[in-house]
């Protein structure tokens, strides 16, 4: 974490204001690798339609010189986009279209470094405390990629770091005061029309799901005779940890400002969300939330509050069918995670130093997939199990090193930080909390998008304080507010 200089980008010998011609002289790379990128994903997609090219490049020139202008829009467009991915699995739409996502995290990356420079951090800034662990983590597991080689290597890397570049991202075009509020917003609405879908899923019945075209037992699943809603999401397992992650992260935020609207129409809508996190009956979300929860609790006194959501989870509970209730609390599939653990010991001591990054779980199964392989694949269902299987011991304390530097990162920002930005960071500090207990149960960095949103909010946090356009005031504070006040949260948007 690094304290606000009080300097602004446009203080650093630009006098340009931006759409200015000069300043999309360096944006014009960008226009032709992406524009190029698209038309072939649309002749790819739907044949040689010059038709559908010559609409599509104005649309795409248009966007990505609005993203140029200040690439915090798409920021703010993944992160409203991600939890709808799933969709694609019954959109019938070419194969080519599901890198939409990767697509637009390049563009917008390519566009930060174009942008003019009132939409840029300032210059010589200390590097957040957790870049340098990080950094410790990916090397290792690069020279384990240059070791294992081939696909698994690409894939592997791809799928625990590529997401990273969205802290890199905000890190050189931090969000301004009103952008982060709108990154909440944009949380708060996500999960709540996901939640609602995923009742919706409940009462339709899983016959009706399978009409819609998503398939029996890779996204369609059951818990006993119970189906798991998953809502907008490829399975249950990223609705559940999205529920999570959403609660932790708004909750702070909407008991703090409660007379705004808008957090007080998700207060409201709390207990939708819980209701609907139960149906997915995924007991790493279960473990994370009751985790960050506590960890709230004991943060401040403000947040003692949030029991309060625990007698309506019990009451949600006491509504659900018994059969749900009874799967949802089962011990035995935690039994048969131990069991299956203890019996992949051995395995650890004959690779002390790794079997190599991509050994285990999704890397594993996408990589055996590509290359038509059928290879049995260990599937850890432990992210701290599967780092040290790949990587070994160095490779679980570099990751251990991390997630510790990054907790009190965000910790101690909100310590410093004050108003909204002091209870976001308390908010990405449970979610951090709750992602290292999922860690347990899951291979959560390994769950799309929870990796999207963990990179970015840690990244959000990083940069708070750090002026990135011409109308915000230095954040300086006094010692009579180093501790933050609830009543200090200037309103940027009316609702």
Known sequence: MHYPSGRSGAGRGSTRRPGRPLEWLPAIPTLVIVDAAVVLLVVRGVGINMLAVLVATPIVVGCIMALVQRPQRGVLLVAALVPFNGLLLIARLPSAISAWKETL????????????AEARGPSHRPLPGWAVPLAAFFGLALMSGVYVGGVTAIVALKIGFFYVILALIVWLCPLSDLERDRLVTIIMVTAVVT???GIVQQIAGPEWLHALGWEWNTTIRFAGSNLRSFSTFNQPFPF?????????VALPVSLAESRRLRNRLFLWSTPVLLIALATTIVRGAYMGLAAGLLFLGLRRRKYWVLVAPLPLALAAMLLLPKNLVATALSSSSGQQRVTQWSEWIPRLLSHPFGAGIGATGSAAEKASRIAGTTAAQIQPDNYFYKTIYELGVIGLWTFVVFLVVAFLSTYRAGDYLKGRDALLADGVAASIVA??????????FEIFPMDVYFWLLLGVVAECGTRSDSTRQPSVRTEQESQPTFANCSTPSPV
């Not at 995290?105 to 003019?116: G, I, K």
């Not at 559940?240 to 932790?248: E, T, Y």
């Not at 992602?435 to 959560?444: D, G, K, L, Q, W």
């Open 105 to 116: 995290v390049v563009a917008t990356l390519l566009a930060s470094f174009c942008s003019p």
């Open 195 to 197: 939640a609602l879908i």
């Open 240 to 248: 559940g940890m999205f529920l999570m992650f959403a609660l932790l």
């Open 435 to 444: 992602a290292t207990t999922a860690c347990f149960v899951a291979t959560y």
